[in-house]
């Protein structure tokens, strides 16, 4: 069975009208939706226009061929096979209709349940799920019939219970990880209902692939009852698309026209389904990278103090970083924080855990994470105002101009793609290459960081490379879009020491060919002598201290600064011969 795969979760507030203005630029998806349209006004309309009653027959006119009187002619009981077609419509439809609002009512349900609450509820629904997944579908179909008699639509609701594990698995999985967001912890602290909680907070993220895997239930409900009513199993009073195939099969050499109509009915719905949907799963996963951080800035913007000099590319002037706090306050973590990044400068940031580093960063890149907030000051990169910018403006810098290193390259690779997809594709998009040369550039750029059978790379997925080629796939993919300044949050601390040493190496052998602008966020002093040309020193949020690297290193001011520069002195002294008290071996 297709189904969505969570793991290419979509963004959870895409706006739909935004959506939409993206579907229609799709062919396939524009196809597939003009299609859907006229099924679903046929569906609607079809008891309304059909010239005859679906159901007379007429001895008479035993299979005749298409008339005036028959656009399409009759079938082997001499009934109207257009009027049929277009009753069937209706019925087919609002059966598999049957089946799906069945299956998301005990999926969707089940799954939030399940997700939200774990416990009890997690033990009975995944146990009540195992059970209907081991069940053989058409066996207890089958059985259903036998039970209530040949009815589309009792058949059709138990069809339902059988697909609610589909959606049951995919709300379940969305649930249990949006669960554990610090935002959903920051609602239930702020006292929020459950009911408002999964409402406000859950409902948004799961809903989109909800309606992904709709489309997808719905076209499988069709086939399936369209299988069965073609077995013969139907109710013979009631006209479906499967019951005229059924009719149809039975005269196909007499006439065989009459098993195209439904049989072309059943392909192009499902079709028609499944084109969409994969179409909204195409967009929605386009969009998903921004889906986790929303960007929210709060459009009290101080002026800068100084325009930036023409080779300076970043100046960030007196930012403040702030976090809502339950009871509606305002927590301050980083205060007025000020620095110039010049064109081709390594400028390091180094503070203590928590000294507010990682929120200067991503301020610049307009990613602070959810509740976070620029209260003021001003963030210019090339002349570009970032502090209140739309996220329009920071689609256009982020990625092209400014790309960004993390601290953990495993966990930043999406597990379910190839490296060479997640590499080809921002490249694809931002420079609006072929899909041949984005894949040219990306082999060169992987032997480029030291990767020794780059084919071979591209076609593995992430748990097949270690640690380190993953860190420098990600350097790859943030030199590959020719940015200009590029934001690397401690991006060896995740790595073994000797590798450390050698994507260091990397970064400044990039840094000089390409003469890149680097931010780099560290707390390691031996990191920042290795590769920075000037420094900022964090405390609790603030520039304690600010120069020329060799400067620093030789005359710090600050006595903060004097204390990471001792801690690694220390660390770096030799430690003595081990006093011995027995004369040696
Ligand atoms: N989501 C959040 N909500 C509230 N406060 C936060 C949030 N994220 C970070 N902070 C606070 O912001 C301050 C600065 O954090 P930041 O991540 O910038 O530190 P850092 O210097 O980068 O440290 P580290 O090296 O540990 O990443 C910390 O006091 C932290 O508690």
Redesign the pocket.
């Known amino acids: 069975m297709s189904e969505f795969t969570p793991a290419a979760t979509v963004a959870p507030d895409a706006p739909s009208d935004h959506l939409f203005r993206k579907l229609l630029r799709n062919p396939l998806a524009v196809v597939s939706m003009a299609y859907l349209l006229i099924l679903t006004l046929v569906a609607i309309l079809g008891s309304f226009i059909a010239p005859h009653d679906p159901n007379l027959s007429s001895i008479k006119e035993i299979l005749n061929q298409p008339s005036a009187e028959h656009l399409l002619g009759t079938d082997s009981a001499g009934r109207d096979v257009i009027s049929r077609l277009l009753v069937a419509t209706q019925v087919s439809i609002a059966a598999a209709l049957v089946a799906l609002v069945v299956s998301l009512i005990i999926g969707v349900v089940g799954g939030l349940l399940a997700g939200y609450y774990g416990g009890f509820f997690d033990n009975i629904s995944s146990w009540g799920t195992a059970i209907i997944m081991a069940l053989p579908a058409v066996i207890v179909l089958l059985a259903a019939r036998a039970v209530f008699g040949p009815s589309v639509w009792m058949s059709m609701a138990v069809f339902g219970v059988l697909l609610s594990p589909a959606f049951f698995r995919l709300v379940y999985t969305l649930v249990r990880g949006v669960r554990g967001e610090?935002y959903v912890d920051a609602a239930r602290v702020s006292g929020l209902s459950d009911s408002r909680i999964i409402g406000r907070h859950i409902l948004t993220v799961v809903r989109a692939p909800i309606i992904i895997q709709s489309a997808i239930v719905l076209g499988i409900a069709i086939a399936i009852q369209s299988g069965l009513e073609f077995l013969g199993l139907g109710d013979l009073m009631v006209p479906t698309w499967g019951a005229m195939l059924n009719d149809g099969f039975g005269n196909i050499y007499r006439q065989p026209t009459l098993v195209i109509w439904p049989a072309l009915a059943v392909a192009f719905t499902c079709m028609a389904l499944v084109l969409l949907a994969n179409s909204i799963r195409d967009i929605l996963e386009g969009s998903a990278p921004t889906q986790r951080r929303t960007v929210k800035v709060v459009p009290e913007v101080e002026t800068a103090e100084s325009a930036p000099a023409s080779d300076i590319l970043l100046s960030v002037r007196n930012v403040r970083v702030g976090?809502n706090q339950p009871g509606g306050s305002i927590?301050e973590?980083?205060h007025g924080v000020s620095l110039d990044l010049r064109k081709g400068e390594v400028h390091g940031l180094i503070?203590?855990?928590?000294?507010?580093?990682?929120?200067?960063a991503f301020s610049v890149m307009g990613l602070l994470?959810?509740?976070?907030n620029v209260l003021g000051g001003s963030i210019l990169f090339d002349g570009i105002q970032l502090v209140g910018a739309s996220e329009d403006v920071f689609r256009k810098v982020r990625g092209r101009r400014i790309a960004y290193i993390p601290q953990e390259p495993m966990s930043n690779l999406d597990p379910s793609f190839t490296i060479g997809s997640q590499l080809i594709e921002p490249m694809r998009d931002v420079l609006g290459i072929s899909k041949k040369d984005a894949q040219e550039r990306v082999i060169a750029l992987l032997r480029r960081v030291g990767i020794p059978d780059p084919a071979r790379t591209m076609a593995s997925y992430p748990h097949e490379i270690s640690g380190g080629m993953a860190q420098r796939v990600l350097i790859a993919g943030a030199v590959s879009c020719d940015a200009e300044l590029i934001i690397a949050d401690?991006p060896t601390t995740a790595l073994d020491v000797t590798v450390q040493a050698e994507v260091l190496d990397l970064l400044r052998d990039l840094q000089q060919e390409r003469q890149l602008s680097i931010l780099l966020?560290t707390?390691n002093f031996g990191v920042v002598a290795d590769l920075c040309d000037r420094v900022s020193v964090?405390q609790m949020?603030k520039i304690v201290e600010s120069g020329d690297v060799v400067d620093i290193f030789t005359k710090p001011t600050n006595a903060y600064t004097k204390s990471l520069l001792d801690a690694i002195l220390d660390e770096s002294t030799p430690r003595g011969a081990l006093a011995t008290t027995g004369g040696a071996a």
Do not use: A, N
């Not at 994470?369 to 976070?372: A, S």
């Open positions: 610090l976090y927590k973590v980083v503070g203590e855990s928590g000294s507010g580093k990682t929120q200067t994470p959810q509740g976070g401690e966020v707390h964090m949020g």
